[in-house]
């Protein structure tokens, strides 16, 4: 089992910060603390401020351990995920319009914030997937983990295709 061996990074002090902030603000919208604050205008960030901060804990944990990360080093790789993830989100916002699937609450009116929370929100999925997948190697997650190969017949590439896989 590796141990933290470098100093935890101050992005991932902020992301600590920034996730029990807006879960404050979460707590005190749903239990009414100080009713007279509109706190859905703090809430209604919930979902980018949450996954920015994760992504930040996240990477600050793998630096700790490994020394490298995808802020700290990959930066470019970083921006580049960020981008394709936006694009590839927007796909999935495109479906959603031809079948109805989610629905987002309590947005601004302002069409160019919303957008600006909507590409904050949709940069964040595939960091975060990947993130989470070095996150767990630096546990040796999965290593003794040992699938049967299976062997791609054409038989059984059609089959996928048919059933969507």
């Not at 994760?54 to 490994?66: K, Q």
Request: proline share 4%.
């Amino acid at each position: 089992m590796k141990t933290l061996s470098h100093r935890f990074p101050r992005t991932g002090t902020l992301g600590l910060l920034m996730l029990l902030l807006m879960e404050t603000a979460i707590f005190c919208d749903v239990h009414h603390v100080l009713p007279d604050l509109e706190w859905w205008r703090v809430t209604m960030w919930a979902t980018p401020v949450c996954w920015w901060g994760y992504l930040f804990v996240v990477d600050a944990w793998i630096y700790s351990r490994r020394g490298t990360s995808l802020l700290t080093d990959r930066r470019d790789v970083f921006v580049a995920m960020c981008l394709i993830s936006i694009a590839t989100w927007c796909l999935f916002e495109a479906y959603n319009r031809v079948m109805p699937g989610w629905q987002y609450l309590h947005l601004t009116e302002h069409l160019s914030v919303r957008f600006v929370g909507y590409a904050l929100a949709f940069a964040t999925i595939m960091p975060g997937v990947f993130l989470t997948c070095e996150w767990l190697q630096t546990h040796d997650a999965f290593v003794t983990w040992r699938l049967p190969r299976l062997r791609w017949t054409n038989a059984r590439l059609n089959a996928s295709l048919i059933i969507g896989a």
